[in-house]
């Protein structure tokens, strides 16, 4: 696989408080990469400047070969990297067909010359559209609900809905801030089943998120942020097993945490 992401160097610095110190890393196509780190790690702010809702002091951001260094979100949106926040942002009175209608509908070459006048191009516009949604609500396990209300849906729901909008464009790569938070459990195993799905199908995905298990479950590989440098990198596995991690996050040595799941067997 090649880096479909490439991060390079990126620094962002409030009232001289270092957020993010030189940060690099590259997420490969067909991927699905996790971001961790402890609070105030700097995990926000390099997706905000990644994803253009911040400006970066320096480093630069390369998509599938394309520099998107310092655009604004909505031209890195159309670039092909889409975002998707902690506080789901759907149209709640709207059904999910009407949902991820709106969200090709920003995307799609057709004008409202073009949709006033019913052309070719917006009813071919429409039709990719239409086949591009049911595609991804049967990957997110949401097929029954394709002309409900949003609004019924449960948190975890929502979250999918949103990830579905995100997808509509056929995007380079999606990246997701915390999609389990706020989730309880029983759709925290839904959402990863319908990422694992959804990667499966060709999707890449870079995943910020404070739960090490969904993390660990899903991820192919690991990025660790701490006090704003990358701490470390690598598989689930090896991530465990680092004592800079486990230091960071619990501030225990790999023999203090062997000798603490030993206690709890």
Not at 169 to 198: M, S
Not at 200 to 218: K, P, Q, S
Request: proline share 3%; with cysteine.
């Amino acid at each position: 696989m090649s880096a479909i992401l490439q991060v390079t160097e990126l620094r962002k610095s409030y009232a001289g408080v270092h957020a993010l110190d030189g940060v690099s890393f590259a997420v490969e196509a067909g991927s699905v990469t996790g971001l961790i780190g402890p609070n105030g790690s700097g995990k926000s702010t390099a997706i905000d400047c990644i994803s253009g809702f911040q400006k970066r002091d320096s480093g630069e951001v390369v998509l599938a070969g394309n520099d998107i260094t310092g655009l604004p979100a909505h031209q890195i949106a159309r670039a092909g990297l889409m975002r998707t926040f902690q506080t789901v942002r759907i149209y709640e009175r709207l059904s999910l067909r009407d949902n991820l209608a709106i969200a090709a509908q920003q995307f799609d070459p057709a004008t409202w010359i073009d949709e006033f006048l019913r052309t070719r191009r917006y009813r071919q516009a429409v039709d990719k559209a239409e086949v591009r949604a049911r595609e991804l609500v049967e990957l997110i396990g949401l097929k029954r609900y394709w002309e409900i209300e949003t609004g019924i849906l449960s948190y975890g729901q929502k979250k999918l809905v949103a990830l579905a909008a995100a997808l509509m464009p056929h995007p380079k790569i999606v990246v997701l801030d915390e999609p389990v938070a706020g989730v309880n459990p029983t759709r925290i195993r839904e959402i990863e089943v319908a990422l694992a799905a959804l990667n499966r199908a060709g999707e890449t995905f870079l995943i910020v998120e404070h739960n090490v298990e969904f993390i660990t479950n899903l991820c192919h590989r690991v990025i660790v942020l701490d006090q704003g440098k990358k701490l470390a990198e690598g598989t689930a596995a090896e991530i465990h097993t680092d004592p800079r991690v486990l230091e960071a996050y619990l501030g225990m040595t790999p023999e203090m945490a062997e000798a603490e799941m030993r206690g709890a067997a």
